[in-house]
């Protein structure tokens, strides 16, 4: 909760409370800090595997995916956290039809990276805000990466330095590390391609009145 004045000509924030991310997503928290939100964060367990199943058997795109698992963790969210604005994100991976997930070690990293290598793939960010169990605000956003041809010795080299974190991120890589050596080529939003449309999300809460 803030303790200040939230009608402070001085701040950018007009806002009653802080934002909830329903996310441990230390790129999307850095982004909404950065930006001078003030946020705090839960942890919230949906059936993200569940979920995409469903869909997939529906026929949604990877974007309609990563939307609709941002819609599950804002609800979530909201659920525990009534009159306050729940931020849920998610995003996916696809290389044409073939979808990704974190890779679990080293060596789904390094499958994932070479599937990858000298290919254009796409990374759709969705992300959704609930109030009070309702979907207030969606946006879903599309990055393109054309990642370099890797040899077996670039590959692993770079494993070897960016260790276990490679893990923590969809494609086995973070572009805002050492994952941006891996590229030749990258169109779109930079804050989309860490997982947050935030310009739209800025965009949404002036409108609300919660910003200037």
């Given at each position: 909760m803030l303790e200040r004045d939230p009608r402070d000509?001085?701040?950018?924030?007009?806002?009653?409370?802080?934002?909830?991310?329903?996310?441990?997503?230390?790129?999307?928290?850095?982004?909404?800090?950065?930006?001078?939100?003030?946020?705090?964060?839960v942890s919230i367990e949906v059936d993200e595997r569940g979920i995409e199943a469903r869909l997939l058997q529906e026929g949604a795109s990877p974007a309609k995916i990563a939307l609709e698992l941002s819609i599950a963790k804002a609800l979530a969210g909201s659920a525990r956290h009534p009159g306050r604005l729940v931020i849920g994100a998610d995003q996916t991976l696809a290389l044409g039809d073939e979808r990704f997930h974190k890779p679990a070690n080293l060596e789904a990293a390094a499958q994932q990276l070479r599937r990858l290598a000298g290919h254009t793939h796409?990374?759709?960010?969705?992300?959704?805000?609930?109030?009070?169990?309702?979907?207030?605000?969606?946006?879903?956003?599309?990055?393109?990466?054309?990642?370099?041809?890797?040899?077996?010795?670039?590959?692993?080299?770079?494993?070897?330095e960016a260790g276990p974190t490679v893990s923590s991120s969809v494609g086995g890589y973070q572009l805002e590390g050492l994952g941006i050596h891996l590229f030749e080529k990258v169109v779109g939003n930079h804050m989309v391609i860490l997982g947050l449309p935030l310009i739209q999300l800025l965009a949404f809460l002036r409108e609300r009145g919660d910003l200037l």
């Open positions: 000509a001085n701040s950018l924030w007009q806002g009653k409370d802080a934002l909830v991310l329903a996310s441990k997503s230390i790129a999307r928290l850095s982004l909404l800090a950065a930006a001078g939100l003030p946020v705090e964060t796409a990374l759709h960010s969705g992300i959704a805000v609930a109030l009070d169990g309702e979907i207030v605000f969606r946006a879903v956003e599309s990055a393109l990466l054309s990642m370099r041809e890797l040899s077996e010795r670039s590959l692993a080299a770079y494993l070897a």
